[in-house]
């Protein structure tokens, strides 16, 4: 794919949203209500499951658990949507989530008790997580973690040194995208005109599969936003000329985006 074009400042900036497709709805639909000129672009697939067997094991055996933890609002989704019959989330068990966009979900879905990061956090990791569950008692308690494939390994390592029986079940499948033809244009222009785009990234992984479409890329002119520091770190080091950062809740990203634009 040819990489060079020309400058294109003065047209208005186009926001490469690069979550997974559900999310990414989400976030386009709330950049666009703020005026900004937002499209999808995931770069990581969810699939599901090909076995649904231990998440019917973990169902049935949540009356025996102290804490589930949801590693993303896709473990949150495919957990449920996985619900057996006859099992059911006992009401007074306690779900964490790493941030806003997974605590939506789950109070969507029917959960009442969920600890997540405090609100002014800096960021929404497992360490602000973290931050919030340390002070419980964790000797003999049984934790389980939902998550894709891997994820929130340095949570379930804090829980596990406090005493915590750690089990993990795998929801979904994450992979790198198979681009259609829309989304082969998308990103054939952001090649061809960096100066009107900026790559949105919440993912270090959607990064490592940018670089795998393109990986003889010239990133040099490209710009990007990231949420959280190892991400822009990722993006920075994936050659991205300009990579600002921002706590992932929309207003902030929002503002961080007008700043550029302006």
Known sequence: MPT????????????????????????????????????????????????????HA?????????LVMFVSPNAAEQFFAHHPPG???????QAASPGPGTTRVLRALGVAQVVEPAADALQFDSEALWAQLRTQAWTGRRVLVVR???GRDWLADRLREQGAEVSLVCAYGRSAPVLDDAGSALLQAALDRPARHLWFFSSSEAVDHLEGLVPSASWAAGRALATHPRIAAR????GLGQVLESRPSLAEVVACIQSIAS
């Open 4 to 55: 060079s074009a020309p400058a294109d400042v003065d047209s208005p900036l186009r926001v490469l949203v690069t979550r997974p497709a559900a999310q990414a709805r989400e976030w386009v639909d709330g950049l666009r209500a703020a005026g900004l000129d937002a499209q999808a672009l995931p770069l990581i697939d969810i699939r599901p499951i090909d076995d649904p067997a231990a998440l």
């Open 148 to 150: 894709g494939t891997s």
């Open 87 to 93: 099992a059911v989330w006992p009401a007074a068990l």
């Open 235 to 238: 993006a920075r080091a994936l």
């Open 58 to 66: 973990a169902w049935h055996g949540l009356a025996e658990v102290g």
